[in-house]
T-cell receptor, first 114, second 112 residues
């Protein structure tokens, strides 16, 4: 019940296209859903995050769509660029009680072809 | 402002030895978490410290321990190293743990 399932494992997108990565969770106590981007040799960097009281959040070319009833959330990268090529992780946590243990998905390796 | 600093960046240890990794959080951040990243298991939570107290712990054996100092700097220790402990160990800091975490670049530990 603590798992976060992420798909696809890898993704190839043409420059200018839309990249979509999906995640699903079971534990309805999760109340914070961030997405992280990781480049080789670096730690994960927070991209965007959402809480379950909203269905969508957009920051620049990155959008999170959240479906509370289906227990699913997804990351959309619009106008994908070669510089977006990285590994993306979704995560979930229960922030009530002020403990922020992140449960990560297994990651998606995105390659944006020029 | 300076990010999360982890030292050393790379470490090679022999099976059975112990190791200590260090993390300096972003100035003002009081919550520090540690994660292990491996190709097989992905990113797994080790523990979280807030104001020098361990607030949460993951499912790792007791060989993995940590502590946090009054200046919020944190260390993690792994005793009796096993080959399977080879991983990237990541430290992340947050103001109080209920907002976004900033990760360091990690310490790459290789156990031979």
């Amino acid at each position: 019940q603590q798992q976060v399932k992420q798909s696809p494992q890898s993704l190839i997108v043409q420059k200018g296209g839309i990249s979509i990565i999906n995640c699903a969770y079971e534990n309805t106590a999760f109340d914070y859903f961030p997405w992280y981007q990781q480049f080789p040799g670096k730690g994960p960097a927070l991209l965007i995050a959402i809480r379950p009281d909203v269905s969508e959040k957009k920051e620049g070319r990155f959008t999170i769509s959240f479906n509370k009833s289906a227990k699913q959330f997804s990351l959309h990268i619009m106008d994908s660029q070669p510089g977006d090529s990285a590994t993306y992780f979704c995560a979930a946590s229960m922030q009530r009680g002020a403990t922020n243990k992140l449960i990560f998905g297994t990651g998606t390796l995105l390659a944006v072809q020029p | 402002k300076a990010g999360v600093t982890q030292t050393p960046r790379y470490l090679i240890k022999t099976r059975g030895q112990q190791v200590t990794l260090s993390c300096s959080p972003i100035s003002g951040h009081r919550s520090v978490s540690w994660y292990q990243q491996t190709p097989g298991q992905g990113l797994q939570f080790l523990f979280e410290y807030f104001s020098e107290t361990q607030r949460n712990k993951g499912n790792f054996p007791g060989r993995f321990s940590g502590r946090q100092f009054s200046n919020s700097r944190s260390e993690m220790n792994v005793s009796t190293l096993e080959l399977g402990d080879s991983a990237l160990y990541l430290c992340a800091s947050s103001w109080q743990g209920t907002d976004g975490y900033t990760f360091g670049s990690g310490t790459r530990l290789t156990v031979v």
